[in-house]
């Protein structure tokens, strides 16, 4: 798997919808989440009370103050985690400097596992754990300039937001239990995951929860990872993602036209495939990727492939969209073993599953939903609920409550080389007021 990432160098499109805040206007306030699933968000009483009792106490606002005042500090370490190149499989740099900030600020039991995740406890009163994470990959391969551009309440930079802004958001949280010297009841795991993005197929969070040493342990999960003042992922949407490749005998582009070839029928497939009409309600996607093959101009390729990803809401719709899939590429293989000479071989075509993330949500009427509903209200904000493929979708589909908050107020072009993030103090103090009180709401307080 590494030696595809690495081989070419491509920087997939895969992933393009993973992250929350892509497209839209450049200065759009709102985040941009994937699907579309907007409910009525009201709290229970219960929640609201929690919330309450918890912004209201002189930790909390010990807690915040440290925020406030931290949030110079927030922008450094983004600059800091981003300016250290993570591309898929080679996080290792960045996970040793984070490693050594969760060490630095007190954390315990701090480690990198077995995968390459960067681990640190902070212990409370032993009643359970929680997991709170960002992930240390991107999406950018090796060489991919990485400092950071600030323009004035700006950063730029590939990376910027996705995640460092959500790593740097945990060590705010970090920093500002310390300093208000708060004792939750569930001590709390910090992560800094690999493998979120792409191809990397959520292969962190997978092993923390299944093969770990804190595995079976935790109770709830939130990952920092998504943007926007108004949302939040309760939702994963899973995805299949296949490489596909279409193989034919080859020949010379003069001397053996007329023969198959791969390369149309590939094609034929993509059109084909775009044909298909897919549910907005469960939130249906496809896309075609990645792709490469051939030798050269003057032949008739014996060989190419394509990397395609497929996602939905829903495991039902997922499963349809890709059984419409695998049966496109066996027609198109067909026909153009009908319309050209297959005298010196057939094509064929073989799809490998290369990624598949389970689909699931979080029920609306879990705690860790509540909490943060309220935290949004308290803030005189109506959320939205979405559905995302982040690392949540691996707690969700072994029925542990997670959700994926946002790192940040304001942002962009998530997984393009004009990535931005919006620094400016007052949302986004706001948003880690939200995020805190919901931590802090989970684990007991
Ligand atoms: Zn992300």
């Known amino acids: 798997m590494q030696k595809f990432i690495g081989m070419g160098a491509r920087l997939s499109v895969a992933g393009i919808l993973v992250a929350a805040i892509t497209g839209g206007g450049a200065n759009s306030a709102s985040a941009q989440t994937e699907a579309g699933a907007t409910m009525p968000a009201s709290p229970t009483p219960a929640a609201v009370a929690t919330i309450k009792r918890i912004e209201s106490s002189p930790a909390f606002a010990k807690a915040m103050a440290a925020i406030d005042s931290g949030h110079d500090k927030w922008v450094a370490d983004i600059i800091t985690l981003t300016e250290i190149p993570a591309p898929p499989y080679k996080e290792t740099a960045r996970a040793q400097a984070y490693r050594d900030m969760f060490i630095a600020r007190g954390l315990t039991d701090v480690e990198i596992d077995a995968v390459g995740n960067v681990t640190g406890l902070r212990k409370g009163g032993g009643e359970g754990l929680i997991i709170v994470s960002a992930h240390l990959d991107t999406v950018f391969p090796e060489g ?38 708060i004792r939750t009841k569930a001590d709390i795991l910090f992560v800094g995951t690999v493998g979120e993005e792409g191809r990397g197929d959520l292969r962190g969070v997978r092993h923390l929860f299944t093969k770990g040493k804190y595995q079976g342990r935790a109770k709830a999960f939130f990952s920092i990872d998504g943007g926007g003042m108004d949302s939040l992922t309760i939702g994963g949407a899973g995805s299949k993602r296949y490489r596909v490749t279409f193989k034919g005998p080859g020949g010379h582009s003069f001397g053996a036209f007329g023969l198959v070839n791969p390369m149309t029928a590939m094609s034929q497939a993509v ?99 509540q909490f943060s509903t309220a935290a949004y209200a308290a803030e005189g904000i109506k959320l939205r609920y979405s559905s995302s493929s982040t690392d949540s979708n691996i707690p969700i589909s072994l029925g542990i409550p997670a959700i994926t908050i946002s790192r940040v107020a304001t942002g962009g072009r998530n997984h393009s080389l004009e990535e931005w993030i919006g620094i400016e103090k007052a949302n986004n103090v706001k948003l880690k007021r939200i995020g805190l009180a919901t931590i802090l709401a989970t684990a007991g307080m």
């Open 144 to 181: 991919t300039p990485v400092k950071v551009r600030r323009e004035g309440d700006k950063l730029f930079a590939p990376g910027v937001g996705d995640d460092s802004t959500g790593l740097a958001t945990q060590l705010a949280f970090i920093n500002a239990m310390s300093a208000a010297d």
């Open 271 to 369: 059109v084909d495939l775009y044909k298909v009409t897919v549910p907005t309600d469960p939130k249906t996607t496809y896309s075609a990727s990645v792709v490469g093959g051939g030798t050269s101009v003057n032949a008739i390729p014996g060989e190419v492939w394509m990397e395609f990803d497929m996602r939905s809401a829903t495991a039902e719709e997922l499963a349809k969209v890709e059984q419409r899939f695998l049966a496109i590429l066996n027609d198109a293989a067909a026909t153009e073993n009908v319309a050209r000479s297959t005298r010196d071989g057939r094509i064929t075509v073989q799809p490998v599953l290369v990624g598949d993330r389970p689909a699931g949500s979080t029920p609306l009427s879990a705690d860790i939903v």
